[in-house]
């Protein structure tokens, strides 16, 4: 049966052309009215034409219902298989943010009482299934060659993008059962696009588990939206990116992957809705020798705010994520890196300047990052803990001074023995050291009965020499120094950054400086 003509007064576009088929059993009866169908259903060669625009809005090749049973009360809907196939949709969001096929159906003209919603279910007996499940089952939904053509008309100028060779299935889709998703298809003809996961839509809460994967698209083309909310058109680059949405109780969690390849900003365009942002010195901080950015940018949310908007919450995401340029570069590093905000600084036992391995494994992945990016700069300051590294430095004098006297004992018997800092010793040479090192000391020492130094334990000598110990506000400076300067000579040595790019800077403990205080050597990047 042809459909052109129908719904006429009901459109605002005009249906030109379609065939439904109906094969199988129709009841109807009862009062209230109950109806009941099942068998099988085509709606081929269908199309929506624009008049007013002179092109199509919506059409397909063929649409194929299988095994279809419905009865309206209580409300059922079960269905065995759909077939969609070559299909096209025109989506367009206009000037006023509303999206065009929303549109197709008149809103200032009432349908005549009894035909519409009373055919299915009559008045006073239509099911509420708003706070429950939606009683739909679908096994299986195919598609197969379809293409999207979408244009944003909101934004100046206008976006326009193509989705097209859409091919895949989804389902089984019932109440309280996951259903598979997965369909492929091109953006633009040249970036495949793949979305797979999990989606459950007819359960009283939404839940999905989705993974959307696309290589590759031009972005140039989205210089109108860079241009309206960051200022800048985008003179050259590409995209691709893996991203996972899930959905569970209402709360969202995403993980966005997304790789930039020779990521370029051109002119600048004036805009009230840019928001003032450091692109230059994230771009600078996150691009690598190779023109490539990696970002990685999580979020969360919840659907059921009424406030929820999962645009505003990725442009939120983004906004902070390139803010952390000036405030928290290394964090932004993160981005990039697992741990990257760790980065920012490498701990040292109290008293001493020696890199252990953790500190090591930090070094040599911020040596990674520098080479990486030969524009920036490195800023290393030392700092201090004034009471912890007070008593550290008192037992980094001790273990010198003992070790000290190895250097001297060596050096009688012509032995080399290298820099202190090199120096281990067994607790053989530790213990014999040590008492020399305790004789020598001029303060006034424990005596025996008959009034000689007494013989005392490793600890007592230990604690003796530790209480007489003065350590000034130099040696904690020197310290502070001595720190920077080990981080600066092994990215220099050993993690083969010019000495150009590394700058040790001053810093000064003040009591009111408490979030600088601490046994390390903190780093930034310039």
Do not use: C
Request: hydrophobic content about 40%; cysteine-free.
């Amino acid at each position: 049966m042809s459909l052109q003509g129908w719904l006429g007064d009901r459109l605002t576009a005009l249906l030109t052309s379609g065939d439904i088929s109906f094969t199988g059993n129709l009841k109807a009866s009862g009062s209230p009215l109950k109806i009941q169908a099942n068998g099988q259903g085509k709606l081929a060669n269908f199309n929506i034409f624009d008049s007013k625009n002179a092109h199509d809005l919506l059409r397909w090749k063929k649409l194929d219902i299988s095994h279809l049973n419905f009865v309206n009360e209580p409300l059922l809907l079960d269905i065995s298989t759909i077939h969609l196939s070559d299909f096209f949709a025109r989506m367009t969001i206009l000037p006023d943010g509303s999206l065009n096929l929303k549109q197709i159906i008149q809103s200032d003209k009432t349908a005549e009482p009894g035909i519409a919603v009373a055919a299915v279910a009559p008045s006073g007996n239509t099911p509420d299934v708003s706070k429950g499940e939606t009683p739909v089952h679908i096994d299986k939904i195919f598609l197969q060659n379809g293409s999207i053509n979408f244009n944003d008309r909101f934004i100046k100028p206008n976006y326009r993008a193509n989705l097209t060779a859409l091919s895949g299935q989804v389902g089984p889709l019932y109440p309280g059962k996951s259903g598979k998703i997965d369909i492929h298809g091109m953006v633009s003809k040249t970036a495949p696009l793949q979305i797979s996961g999990t989606i459950d839509p007819f359960s009283a809460e939404l839940l999905l588990d989705i993974v959307a994967k696309v290589k590759d698209i031009d972005l140039p083309p989205f210089s109108p939206y860079s241009g309206k909310y960051i200022g800048y058109a985008i003179e050259k680059g590409k995209l691709s990116a893996d991203v996972n949405y899930q959905i569970e109780n209402g709360a969202l969690t995403a993980d966005n992957k997304i790789f930039l390849d020779q990521f370029t900003l051109g002119d600048k365009v004036d805009s009230e809705d840019a928001v003032s942002l450091p692109l230059s010195l994230a771009i600078t901080l996150l691009k690598n020798s190779r023109g490539e950015i990696n970002l990685h940018l999580p979020l969360k949310g919840s659907i059921n705010d009424p406030q929820f908007n999962l645009g505003d919450v990725i442009f939120t995401a983004f906004t902070n994520l390139i803010t952390k340029a000036i405030t928290s570069p290394f964090t932004l590093l993160g981005a990039v890196f697992e741990g990257g905000e760790e980065l920012s600084k490498i701990s040292f036992t109290p008293g001493f300047a020696d890199i252990d391995e953790e500190s090591l494994q930090r070094l040599q992945t911020l040596s990674e990052v520098l080479k990486d990016r030969p524009s920036l700069k490195l800023e290393i300051s030392g700092h201090v803990d004034p009471t912890e590294d007070y008593e550290g430095l008192k037992l980094a004098k001790l273990q010198n001074k003992v070790k000290a006297q190895k250097l001297a004992d060596d050096a009688k018997k012509g032995i080399a023995s290298g820099a202190i800092t090199d120096m281990t010793l067994t607790p053989e040479e530790y213990s014999k050291y040590l008492e020399i090192a305790y004789k020598k000391e001029t303060f006034e020492k424990p005596k025996n009965a008959i009034g000689l130094a007494k013989s005392l334990p490793n600890a007592e000598m230990e604690q003796l020499i530790l209480a007489h110990t003065v350590i000034t506000d130099d040696d904690l400076e020197l310290l502070a120094e001595n720190r920077a300067s080990a981080a600066r000579n092994w990215l220099v040595e050993k993690g083969e950054i010019s000495s150009e790019r590394i700058f040790v800077v001053g810093i000064h403990e003040t009591e009111e400086n408490d979030q600088k205080k601490g046994s390390w050597a903190e780093f930034s990047l310039k």
